[in-house]
């Protein structure tokens, strides 16, 4: 069950995946009470803006944001301008702007205050080298709000200064797709998983200048298949780690000892997953169109939330204001 001290007027669990249908669900009952029509696309990724009121949506060329607070059917903002998917998005914490990146091989800063969707900010994965442009997988915005992570196809992840725009790049492994990075709220560790189902853990260190120094610290097997999705928990004690192999499971941060495997017959792909604010529950989304809430210390599911027609590939929560 959902934590008792958890207020459902205060939280949002969105859900979103190949049935072309965004889902805002009722986390205490396991039913839905709104959904957004997103007929152009599969739904790529979801984010909520830190605020509560808006959720981003990122599809094939476009990122659509929906309001959370009116009842409006529709996308009230439109960012256009790519050429391909855009696969990750993200908000900077104050709400003051986005980010995303996409399978043209662009990670791009999205102002978010102005009407027009302007995006004054750039990255191409290959920095003039004038090879094509790899397609960019996943980023992350460190907890410092100056540095973007962004892994790509080609196996390469960079280090974006968006003060000085200053790129530093770091290859953990060959002929190898970066599918996911992640930074612990701490700010101690980044992990980033592939498609051979390899996690790679660097112990972060802040400079005098507020940069961040990587140093490898362990590689494991965390899946037989591909690695979908790595998230750390907010108290940064554990690694959740998504995959094709149809399971999720969930790791200690100090060892990266297993700790817990959350898995159920028919779940299939494990695309993404959430954490509560807690630590102790995380949500799942898998290709037999049930998202899950998972009890981490019992492995055990509290909630299923069925209404997709078809895969969920995308799930957004936002947990009780502290």
């Keep these: 069950m959902v934590p008792e001290a958890i207020d459902d007027h205060d939280i949002i669990l969105a859900t979103g995946g190949y049935d072309h249908t965004i889902k805002l669900w009722d986390t ?24 509560r009121k808006l959720l981003a949506a990122a599809s094939y060329q476009h990122i659509y944001m929906y309001d959370l607070v009116a009842n409006n059917p529709n996308s009230i903002i439109n960012y256009e301008g790519t050429s391909k998917n855009v696969t990750c998005i993200g908000f900077q914490e104050d709400g003051r702007w986005m980010y995303s990146g996409g399978e043209d091989g662009r990670a791009r800063i999205w102002d978010i205050r102005s009407k027009n969707a302007q995006c004054p900010k750039s990255f191409d994965t290959c920095q003039g080298s004038g090879a094509n442009l790899s397609p960019i997988n996943c980023a992350v915005l460190h907890p410092n709000q100056v540095e973007l992570f962004i892994g790509d196809q080609g196996g390469t992840i960079y280090r974006w200064d968006l003060r000085s725009d200053n790129i530093e790049q770091f290859i953990p492994e060959n002929d190898v797709m970066i599918l996911s990075i992640d930074i612990s709220p701490d700010s101690t560790q980044m992990a980033s998983v592939n498609n051979k189902g390899k996690a790679y853990i660097w112990s972060l260190t802040a400079n005098v200048d ?6 490898p610290r362990h590689k494991f097997e965390a899946h037989k298949r591909a690695a979908l999705k790595c998230k750390y928990s907010p108290d940064s004690s554990m690694l959740i780690t998504t995959s094709a192999d149809q399971t999720a499971r969930i790791w200690e941060s100090d060892e990266y000892t297993l700790k817990q495997e959350l898995t159920r017959d028919g779940q299939r792909w494990v ?35 069925a209404g997709h027609q078809k895969a969920v590939t995308a799930l957004a929560f936002r947990d009780v204001l502290l």
């Design 271 to 305: 695309w993404d997953g959430a954490w509560c604010a807690d630590s102790s529950y995380v949500f799942t989304a898998s290709s037999d169109s049930f998202a899950r809430l998972w009890n981490v210390k019992s492995g055990h599911i509290g909630r299923e939330y």
């Design 210 to 215: 507020s940069s961040t120094s990587l140093k």
């Design 28 to 51: 205490n009952t396991g039913t839905y009470h709104r959904s957004y029509q997103h007929a152009e696309s599969q739904v790529n990724a979801l984010e909520i803006t830190p605020d």
